[in-house]
């Protein structure tokens, strides 16, 4: 088996870059003195390998025998593998991002593996045969002192039928077991999906659950969202710790202590490019983009674990429209926070998918058997793919590697795709196992590693069910704000969705969007500071305002606070490579404040009660009846899904959306300080004056992306388009 591999990696008989033995040679000579090179000039092997590549031999003796030393070397480097803990699994029938990892979608066979001697021969000893029904399993993950592994299963017995929708009532859940098979124990239950455990340096578990509620908003079906929660060894005292409105994926325990995860940033921008790195403490405190937040290619990087002994990061780079599968990066954030510089491809030889394989390469043959696909799917996917990479040093990994080309959403990918691997930076990549029926993913070392220091936890008691900001300058901004121009900021809660599909119900005009609702202001002093008290648990987005309320710069993002958590910012997306300002600002020289809250119709936002009573006392009486001045309607009467003066208005409004690719969130691009509409109106447009108080009114609508809505409940959008209040509870 390990020789075919070669002979496929060559190009030998194959259809891929196709190469006879000489040529094979000749290509493996830069791989192996990379090799040679890091033994150094006394091994015996190096000098084995040089007078083999001294030979000039091109037969197939001399190929098999230069494969055979190369191999010796990685091994060498990597010194003994431990047995590696591994699953076998049948890749979800629902190629996504989202998709893969719920219970539904999950097609049966599989199982737990060891695979005792890595390197040396391919035994495996099954830690879950004739333990389960016939199901999935996914993630294992081995403990500190390598005495307990988790994983997730789900029973499927069948693959869905229909595969679009999935079998519904099927949920991934956490198992512990022993290495030897001992104390097999379930650790969670429910109508949730839960999955990716990792053990917390305190012992607990961070993992990642359907349980904090809400859906995703840019596709149908409906998808659960998914975030960071945390639970004790046994499963008991279940946690959200991320109050993040959509999907987050794959937590890892950085050697500092904080957990470093993926998470899908697309609050009114487009939904695919914005699934990069954050992280945040243990107890879900100080939560924060960590790289890419900005960055479009990759389209996102997901399986982040860090290097030993190392401020480095190995993570897989992948695509949105597709299961985690793509090029294994190394990332250092001391280097940036954005763009290419950053990052090292260990894998050049794929190209990161959806983003850079645009034109199919002329190597790409489909396997035997399968018709190739549009020339659209040709485009987007590579034909050969990594996953799952596990470091064990700056130049050394292992993964899971496939020959097959990626598969896009809908359809799934071929039950066989992946073989495990040992890998090095400079391209080498050595069989460790492949089962050809089955893929082989996951792999984590079966032996104790360094434990973080438990990460100490800041939160104040004393704040009860809230938290404190601190912005020591929102002038600190990139890009710039005009000096002197803030007064205040705007703050903004931002609601998960609470019905599933896209734009089932809409909320607006806007595609896509998130829910909104405003919980008032508080102020800024003339430093730029403000210091203020918000409710925790809560997704917040921050808006700086003028002298009359209108926002001059607009966050298309969240943060949220834990309770007793006190935060505190530099300023308005401010550079996070350079240091805080030394000076005490002036907002700390006082109590912080407390939000006062925006005008009627904004908590929860509701246009009718929000906007259109500024229209009936100023603008209707021109434009209404029969032959409406300028032939503009701004009464309340309904029309379609929204009223006659919302869509008479609402394009008059520059906007974000999921639809807007546009990555910086620009002073004065969106909202009330770029609409026509607004800028008419304060020019006093027939001769109206508007009040500073109708002025708020109007600029917080236009602000908060011209929503008409501030729930996803239909009978609920039925009473707010009548102009009354809502039953129902909002999801928070």
Known sequence: MVELDWHAQDGIGTSREPRDYPEAIRALRAKGDALARKLGERSALTRRWSALAASG???RRAYLAMRRLKREMLLTLAGRLPPIVFAKQVPSCFSHQLTQYYGRYARPGGGIYILERPGIDMGLRSLTDGRFALGSFAFPEVSWNADRILFAFVQAETT????????????????????GGAGLRRLTDGPFDDFTPRFL???RMVFISTRRGGWHRCGTPGCENYVLTTANADGSGIQPISFHETQEWDPAVLNDGRIIYTRWDYVDRHPVFYEHLWTTAPDGARAAALFGNNTFNPVGIWEARPIPGSRRILATAAAHHAMTAGSIIR??????????????RLTPETPFPESETRVTPSWYAPTAGVEARDSEENRRWPGHTYRSPYPLSENLFLAAYSYEQL???PQGNPAN?????LCDSDGNRELLYRDPSIASLWPVPLTPRSRPRPYASTLDPSLGDNGVYVVQNVYASQPALPPGSVKALRIVQVLPKSTPGKDLPPIGVPSGAPGKQVLGTVPVEKDGSAHFIVPARKELAFQALDDRGMAVQIMRSGAYLQPGERMTCIGCHESRTTAPPSARPLAQLRPPSRITPGPDGSKPLSYTRLVQKVLDDRCVSCHSGKAPSGGVDLTGAPEGHYTRSYL???RQVPFSD?????ALSKPGRYGSTASPLMKKLLAGHQGVKLTPSEIERLATWMDVSALFYGTFDSADQERQKAGLPILKPVLE
């Open 57 to 59: 031999d091109g037969s």
């Open 201 to 203: 340096p305190d012992d």
């Open 417 to 421: 795709m992946f073989g495990l691997y």
């Open 658 to 662: 999921m639809e807007n690719g546009e």
């Open 331 to 344: 990332l250092d954030p001391a280097a940036g926070v954005d763009g290419p510089i950053p990052l090292t």
């Open 648 to 650: 008479a208005l609402v």
């Open 160 to 179: 869905p039928d229909d595969t679009i929708q999935g079998a519904r009532g099927r949920y991934y859940h956490l198992y512990a077991i022993s290495p």
């Open 407 to 409: 598969v896009g959403e």
